[in-house]
């Protein structure tokens, strides 16, 4: 089992940048794949971004080319850098992770704001 903390959100004008941070309760070095989901009001929660404990990284067509996931194993700490916002990538960013023996949910951190504003 493993805590998860989303802190970094915020306010920002399209074509800004803000930078998230997921941090975990223990090490993520043997967790498989962490990753970044968004859910605006209305809609369902959809992947943003993972990272293997390989350093393989999947996104979301949406943002591929403006958004970078990265993992900091000695902080056991996730991060997604995002670049050049706009008023769509406006939703509550979550973390996730999970593992072999964590069922397909895996656990969720409680979210943060990020607002675009144009």
């Known amino acids: 089992q493993v805590q998860l903390v989303e802190s970094g959100g915020g306010l920002v004008q399209a074509g800004g940048s803000l930078r998230l941070s ?36 999947n996104y979301a067509d949406s943002v591929k080319g403006r958004f970078t996931i990265s993992r900091d194993n000695a902080k056991n700490t996730v991060y997604l850098q995002m670049n050049s916002l706009k008023a769509e990538d406006t939703a509550v960013y979550y973390c996730n992770a999970n593992r072999v023996g964590w069922g397909q949910v895996g656990y969720w951190g409680q979210g943060t704001q990020v607002t675009v504003s144009s």
């Open 22 to 57: 997921c941090a975990a309760s223990r090490s993520i070095f043997s967790i498989n794949v962490m990753g970044w989901y968004r859910q605006a009001p209305g809609n369902q929660r959809e992947l943003v971004a993972t990272i293997t404990s390989r350093g393989s990284t």
